[in-house]
């Protein structure tokens, strides 16, 4: 019914492993110091590079403000000298004509006598008063209003130097009718004032200055605010940094959410959590150490013992009998430091960081089984392993054949050690679906449903039993399992039909097998 595989030599596959070895990290997973950053600095960054990019926009847009602002009452004083020259313009025959008194002329020019410009000018274009070097407007569409009789601005320079011009057009003629044919304009004397900018730009200076000045006194009074704002504000993570700084060494308990701002309580609770996941792990390991030391009293022990009962013998009979003691309390002891080891090992598998390569469930059982046949033979069991269907494909799944072959050693030692001589072992490997099935089952005593949770705990032993061992197999068994996603169930085995010994089938149940395709994408 089986098929037998040739006989190598059982080896126990992690005797070696060294559990304090420093774990391999990838040159690219280097810390890299460059990347670290200071909180307070970003937010410090965050907060002061607006503003101190506004601050230059501030500046532009108060200067465009202070000229607009200076602009407007000198424009002002031009609009109302236009209209006083206006009224010094008559008619007189059909003339044009208009001249200022001196002390008009005087009382024009009483700020400044260089920075301001007069013309009166007839509808012929006669000179009539002012400064021949005016310019005169140019005939545009704003031209309208100013023949309608409103005042109005340019821009423009004489000598060389820009001045500001208010002008109007005076309407000589104001009962002039228009014949309707042909038309006939009325006529229209040109009074134009203008100044230089130096008092508009002075005056927009001394603005300025009365705005911008006070900032360089407020701008480092900001940032000394912006300082102590951020200082007292990040100041609770320094009091939690000296809280946590000051603990007793062992103490996880944690850490109040309450005595931090709640901008913190996540990560005060996350925190909370890697402690107590911490606690969890170093209260797994405090146990599992006393109970490794407690399990190991019992073998030393008995080395001792026997060591000590032969050298007190001179038959040499007794001698003999006492070294097979010995032996036998050396190779428990062995087993026990392999098995802790592997335990300690599959642990620590997740933190390897190792990455699961595909592999072939069938020729991975195949050869493990073949690591067992000679002790099969030497305690007279059928030891024999079931290949999937000829023809199928392979059964592929995803895993580290090192812990693999670990988990079916410790079922198949397990079944060993349990099956009575002239019994049967048999390792299966078969497809449920999209599932992978991995089975061990014998001709044992059974476990009984109650007990079947409880075996995968650590050093447990089944009550009246009296097979040797340490009570870690099934414990090696369920950690690589888990890691691997695999589940793990245990039956009567269903070909057996004894009452004495109804037989154990153990059955994983892998994740969907790892697909050619999938494995290119």
């Known amino acids: 019914m089986n098929e037998r595989d040739a006989g190598l030599a059982p080896a126990a596959a992690l005797a070696g492993a060294d559990i304090g070895a420093p774990l391999y990290v990838p040159p690219d997973s280097e810390p890299d110091e460059n990347i670290r950053h200071s909180l307070f600095g970003e937010i410090l960054d965050w907060m002061l590079a607006p503003l101190l990019l506004l601050w230059p926009m501030s500046i532009a847009i108060t200067y465009l403000v202070a000229k607009s602002i200076a602009n407007q009452p000198f424009d002002d ?28 002329r005087d009382i024009l020019r009483a700020d400044d006598v260089d920075s301001v410009y007069f013309v009166l000018a007839g509808p012929d274009g006669a000179i009539l008063d002012g400064d021949r070097d005016l310019p005169r407007p140019k005939l545009n569409d704003g031209d309208e209003r100013a023949r309608s009789g409103a005042v109005e601005f340019r821009n423009d320079s004489i000598h060389g130097v820009p001045i500001r011009v208010a002008y109007t057009y005076v309407n000589l003629d104001p ?91 996540p990560l005060v609770g996350s925190f909370n959590d890697m402690l107590e996941r911490l606690g969890e792990t170093v209260e797994m390991q405090k146990r599992f150490i006393a109970d490794a030391a407690h399990q190991m009293k019992t073998p030393l022990a008995g080395m001792r013992m026997q060591s000590e009962l032969a ?97 079916l050693s410790n079922l198949i030692d397990n079944a060993l050690r349990y099956t009575p001589s002239e ?89 969907p097998p790892v697909r050619e395709s999938d494995d290119a994408d």
């Open 77 to 104: 004083a031009l609009e109302d000298r236009v209209t006083v020259l206006g009224q010094q313009i008559r008619s007189i025959d059909g003339r044009a004509a208009g001249a200022l008194a001196p002390a008009a």
């Open 311 to 407: 050298l007190r013998q001179v038959d040499p009979l007794e001698i003999h009998r006492s070294l097979e003691q010995l032996a036998k309390s050396s190779e428990s002891a062995t087993r026990l430091v392999n098995q802790l080891l592997a335990l300690a090992r599959a642990e620590n598998q997740p933190q390897a960081g190792l990455a699961f390569d595909a592999i072939d469930l069938a020729a991975l059982a195949r050869e493990t089984v073949q690591d067992w046949v000679q002790a099969s033979f030497a305690s007279r069991i059928d030891l024999g392993f079931e290949p999937p269907e000829p023809g199928d494909a392979p059964i592929l799944i995803a895993g580290q054949p090192l812990m693999l072959r670990e988990m």
């Open 175 to 265: 009962l002039h009718q228009r014949a309707i044919h042909p038309p006939e304009a009325p006529p229209l004397a040109l009074v134009q004032v203008a100044e230089t900018l130096d008092k508009r730009a002075h005056l927009a200076n001394e603005i300025i200055k009365g705005v911008i000045l006070p900032q360089f006194i407020i701008l480092p009074v900001i940032l000394g605010l912006v300082w102590f704002a951020l200082s007292r504000g990040l100041s609770p993570l320094a009091e939690l940094q000296q809280r946590i700084r000051t603990r007793p060494q062992g103490d996880l308990s944690p850490i109040d959410p309450r005595q931090v701002p709640e901008e913190i309580s």
């Open 423 to 511: 019994g049967s072992v048999t390792v299966r490997v078969r497809r449920d679906g999209e599932r992978a099935l991995l089975e061990v089952e014998d001709t044992g005593p059974g476990i009984a449903p109650p007990e079947r949770e409880r075996v995968f705990e650590r050093f447990y032993r089944i009550l009246g039993s009296n097979t040797q061992g340490s009570g870690l197999g099934l414990a090696i068994v369920r950690e690589i399992a888990h890691q691997h996603g695999a589940e793990i169930d245990i039956f009567n085995n269903p070909r057996s039909h004894s009452r004495r010994f109804p037989g154990t089938l153990f059955r994983l149940t892998f994740p």
